[in-house]
């Protein structure tokens, strides 16, 4: 069962909500600070209604097989706009949500997003870490800020992501062939530690499996029949 630190009103203002991240930001640890990972949890959100409700999901897998565990699915009334770099003051209450109807808790969480790859810091991988205190990881599936070199065109090669003089991820090519994925510690977690769990996590596809598991439950591509009996693929190295 996941423990929420509830640090925060969630009525804010997007002036409130950026001086809130601002103090927030000097909290986040970026070194590792747990211990064995056993699960590992997805987490996605999409929106449905035109955009009035948010769907929260998370997907716990374990590790390193990488086989389903438990799923969960929230939704609440859309309460704050769309403003790039504000992301998780429109979907971390419902993650919270979703994350309380667990029974397991993971060990790590990869979120679908940023960690301190973000202007300010304080991507919700380090928003959601700060009030879970689970380590957590940003896996973007674009970039929000930063600068990098090309990346190699083979599985696991990575350059640093860098901004305003500073390295605030990687840009890591998980499959030959694809875009590579923006990583970022969220909280409690080293760079390199989260380039290690993000392909550890990663078997045939771009996405990483706790990613694409998380994207379904968000997306309403699974449904509540084959939640428990989608078949996950076998890790593969030729990729």
């Known amino acids: 069962?996941?423990?929420?630190?509830?640090?925060?009103?969630?009525?804010?203002?997007?002036?409130?909500?950026?001086?809130?991240?601002?103090?927030?930001?000097?909290?986040?640890?970026?070194?590792?600070?747990?211990?064995?990972?056993?699960?590992v949890a997805g987490i996605d959100v999409g929106f449905e209604q035109g955009g009035n409700t948010t769907r929260a999901a998370v997907a716990v897998l374990g590790f390193p097989d990488l086989q389903l565990l438990e799923v969960a699915i929230a939704r609440r009334p859309t309460t704050f706009p769309y403003i790039p770099g504000l992301l998780s003051f429109r979907e971390v209450p419902t993650v919270l949500d979703a994350l309380e109807t667990l029974q397991l808790t993971?060990?790590?969480?990869?979120?679908?997003?940023?960690?301190?790859?973000?202007?300010?810091?304080?991507?919700?991988?380090?928003?959601?870490?700060?009030?879970?205190?689970?380590?957590?990881?940003g896996v973007g599936k674009s970039r929000l800020v930063g600068t990098h070199d090309p990346v190699p065109n083979q599985r696991g090669a990575w350059v640093p992501l860098r901004h305003q003089g500073e390295t605030i991820g990687a840009v890591l090519r998980t499959r030959v062939n694809t875009n590579p994925l923006f990583i970022s510690p969220g909280h409690r977690i080293s760079l390199e530690t989260a380039i290690v769990y993000v392909m550890?996590?990663?078997?045939?596809?771009?996405?990483?499996?706790?990613?694409?598991?998380?994207?379904?439950?968000?997306?309403?591509?699974?449904?509540?029949?084959?939640?428990?009996?989608?078949?996950l693929p076998k890790s593969s190295t030729n990729s």
């Open 200 to 231: 550890g996590c990663t078997t045939r596809y771009r996405l990483p499996e706790t990613t694409r598991f998380a994207h379904k439950l968000a997306s309403g591509l699974l449904s509540t029949e084959q939640q428990l009996s989608f078949s």
């Open 106 to 137: 993971p060990d790590l969480l990869l979120c679908d997003g940023q960690g301190i790859a973000h202007p300010r810091r304080l991507g919700i991988a380090c928003h959601l870490g700060l009030l879970t205190q689970i380590p957590s990881i």
């Open 1 to 39: 069962m996941v423990k929420i630190y509830h640090r925060h009103d969630w009525n804010l203002t997007a002036e409130e909500a950026i001086a809130l991240q601002q103090v927030l930001r000097a909290e986040v640890v970026t070194q590792d600070d747990f211990g064995d990972v056993q699960r």
